[in-house]
């Protein structure tokens, strides 16, 4: 049964790509998004009339109960991991089955880069090309609209992409108007500073942080993507391709 | 002969159908636990999944 494979094999590439997650994300982003915290509570604590005008304030999350510093903050970021890598694994899988399934052929390196790769330009490329990655404290739009565009971006380029690698060649130039289609209706801006901070010296060392974020954090997605597109690679070879092989009538 | 290649086409067309529901499905638990990681409004999965959410460059906050 196809559906009962992609979820026990989603999990377990879930807990080897999640594990390689947490490694990078705790050696190159975390202490970033640590310091960027520790400005962010600065902020916080100044008084009235100092704070920023734009959506920034992490207030609204200190009500609720949150992880100790260290191991358990590790630990959850490990769990959190693990589910993400879980579901986009459970995904790519899916649609492995469906597109590559019928052509009864193993997936070589090349196509299982390209599906990491596609991962990759879909699910972090597509949306941070309109709202960079983010770290604490950065004024952006409320958080609603940035999520219902992160949604539409990624849905609209996952179909373009979809469209260009699989569909037939006349309709290929369709596959452009989704890739453009999140760029056209445009990423939900505001008008103030990304960074606006009392101290100019500490706006510009948030404006570095970040800076150092987004290029860390693109690099960490893209080993993140690829590792995943092989695993599924890997797995998709190895105990799905023959269920297409043995419902061929033509070989009974 | 006739018979046998409509069983043949009805196969392919029950296996073809049964692949996509299951596909879908897949698709679709992928989706929650996505949802869940990533957009859940709860305060207590955005501090537990904080770090996550800014790697993976989720809209946070």
Redesign the interface.
Known sequence: ???SR??YS?IVIGLVAGML?TSL?IAG??PI?VEAERFETLATEMPAGHENSG????A??D?????AQGLE?NA??F???V??S??????M???M??FQ?PRKANISWGQGSLWGLAGFAT??LA??IG??????GAV?AP?EH??LW?ALAVLSVAIGLGIFAFAAVRIKTLGLLFLVIPYIVGSPQVDTPMFQHADPSVTQVLINLHRQ?VII?TV??LIFWLSLGLCCRFVFNRWFRGLALS?D??RS | MTTRVSS?QA??VT?TT???A??????L??????F????AP???A????????????????
């Open positions: 049964m196809i559906f992609i979820i989603s997650l994300q982003l975390k998004i959506h920034s304030d992490h609204h999350a009500d609720f109960w949150a992880p903050r959850y970021s769990l959190a991991n589910l993400a879980t579901g986009f694994a459970a995904i899988l899916a649609l089955n469906q399934l699910l972090f949306p941070a709202l960079p990655p983010e770290i604490p952006s958080l940035r999520q992160w974020f954090s960490v997605n419902a009538p033509d | 043949h196969l392919q296996t049964s692949v996509m299951q596909t879908c499905a897949a698709l638990f992928g989706l929650i636990i996505l869940a990681v990533g957009f709860m305060g207590v955005h501090n537990a999944a904080h770090d996550a959410r800014h790697s993976l460059a989720f809209p946070c906050h």
